[in-house]
T-cell receptor
Framework: DTAVSQTPKYLVTQMGNDKSIKCEQN?????MYWYKQDSKKFLKIMFS???????INETVPNRFSPKSPDKAHLNLHINSLELGDSAVYFC????????????FGPGTRLLVL | GESVGLHLPTLSVQEGDNSIINCAYS??????FIWYKQESGKGPQFIID?????DKRQGQRVTVLLNKTVKHLSLQIAATQPGDSAVYFC??????????FGTGTSLTVIP
């Protein structure tokens, strides 16, 4: 069974569209994250949720809105997509956050045309 | 954000040789570090970690060295194998807050 799963794996869309990426973890972890990895492989945290509560919100455009319906799920909705949003988005989870090891999903490759 | 950099963006080694991947960090308050391995098309995977009260930690074929004086971290991989080809990231953490990742080093193992 996949520990952290993301859908879709690939997402190609037009500029201006709205899209969502879903993430689920079956590890029983309390904390989930969204990271963005650019074309140079730089990995930067976007959001972190602990038990459905937002605890980290880095400087991310408000077009990005995370939503955690329960502690096993953390979805990312992106409004008015821009070319610069093209990247790989990784979901991750950890037992309790802090220095706990983070387990990453396989990534969603977003390409905005 | 914090600056976590790598000295070399790419590294090529012969199969069987040892690999050393370096990482410089900027915040002397960082007290916990992790090395991640990211294979092509996959998410980062935990390899080994080290706390600031240690200067060396060994795992299976991997060793992490921490030099707090010069704020430098290295990952040594013994007897490098083709399966070790990947991008390696160091990440630093300060007082249990979020991790800051470096830009990554791409390791290529030549058979």
């Amino acid at each position: 069974d996949t520990a952290v799963s993301q859908t879709p794996k690939y997402l190609v869309t037009q500029m201006g569209n709205d899209k969502s990426i879903k993430c689920e973890q079956n590890l029983g972890h309390d904390t989930m994250y969204w990271y963005k990895q650019d074309s140079k492989k730089f990995l930067k945290i976007m959001f972190s949720y602990n038990n459905k509560e937002l605890i980290i919100n880095e400087t991310v455009p408000n077009r990005f809105s995370p939503k955690s319906p329960d502690k096993a799920h953390l979805n990312l909705h992106i409004n008015s997509l821009e070319l610069g949003d093209s990247a790989v988005y990784f979901c991750a989870s950890s037992h309790r956050g802090g220095t706990e090891t983070q387990y990453f999903g396989p990534g969603t490759r977003l390409l905005v045309l | 954000g914090e600056s976590v950099g790598l000295h070399l963006p790419t590294l090529s080694v012969q199969e069987g040789d040892n690999s050393i991947i370096n990482c410089a960090y900027s915040n002397s308050a960082s007290d916990y570090f992790i090395w991640y391995k990211q294979e092509s098309g996959k998410g980062p995977q935990f390899i080994i970690d080290i706390r600031s009260n240690m200067d060396k930690r060994q795992g299976q074929r991997v060793t992490v060295l921490l030099n707090k004086t010069v704020k430098h971290l290295s990952l040594q991989i013994a007897a490098t194998q083709p399966g070790d080809s990947a991008v390696y990231f160091c990440a630093e953490n300060i007082a249990g807050n979020q991790f800051y990742f470096g830009t990554g080093t791409s390791l290529t193992v030549i058979p």
